[in-house]
T-cell receptor
């Protein structure tokens, strides 16, 4: 069965650079979620999109932005990178309407290292 | 606001012995509860979920969990641990008070000794 695809799987950037992470949800899933997991930490919700509109916002820094495109894939753009942005970034997708919980399927994550 | 507490940061068992990973939750609504497993350098995999149906939930790989409203608990168990069960386990709660955005516990690291 198709799963959530994230690219790249690994990314190394320097401070103050920008990074773009991509997420391709499971076919027919219309909702995408982004999470950040720091070393030894639990995943922290960043932002979600339903039907190409932002649906919920968590602890996402102002330096980060995201969007969902017409094909439902999503991109997380990160600017002015800081050392503390080094983390595993997960994308998850689900199928369903905004305002209700539907089982989330997680991608393998993108490991971002900022040097 | 919803919250979840995993009572143990590390649990160590011998192969073939029972596993118990403890999770307590707080929710003002009827919550949905989940257990996810994360193997090293891997993504999160759903083990099982409770969404107001049967209180005893069976998941993959022989795991199960029981929703106990009176104790606000959702402990994860397995009768016999395998070496391949060694991983990080996350208890997750979601309810409409939090706009259904899942709240993760801090995780429990399961160590399995031969």
């Amino acid at each position: 069965a198709a799963g959530v695809i994230q690219s790249p799987r690994h990314l190394i950037k320097e401070k103050r650079e920008t990074a773009t992470l991509k997420c391709y949800p499971i076919p027919r899933h219309d909702t995408v979620y982004w999470y950040q997991q720091g070393p030894g930490q639990d995943p922290q919700f960043l932002i979600s999109f339903y039907e190409k509109m932002q649906s919920d916002k968590g602890s996402i820094p102002d330096r980060f932005s995201a969007q969902q495109f017409s094909d439902y894939h999503s991109e997380l753009n990160m600017s002015s990178l800081e050392l503390g942005d080094s983390a595993l970034y997960f994308c998850a997708s689900s199928q369903g309407t905004s305002g209700s919980f539907n089982e989330q399927y997680f991608g393998p994550g993108t490991r971002l290292t900022v040097t | 606001a919803q919250s979840v507490t995993q009572l143990d940061s590390h649990v160590s068992v011998s192969e073939g012995t029972p596993v118990l990973l403890r999770c307590n939750y707080s929710s003002s609504y009827s919550p949905s509860l989940f257990w996810y497993v994360q193997h090293p350098n891997k993504g999160l995999q759903l083990l099982l979920k409770y969404t107001s149906a049967a209180t005893l939930v069976k998941g993959i790989n022989g795991f199960e969990a029981e929703f106990k409203k009176s104790e606000t608990s959702f402990h994860l168990t397995k009768p016999s641990a395998h070496m391949s069960d060694a991983a990080e386990y996350f208890c997750v709660v979601s309810d409409r008070g939090g706009s259904y955005i899942p709240t993760f516990g801090r995780g429990t690291s399961l160590i399995v000794h031969p």
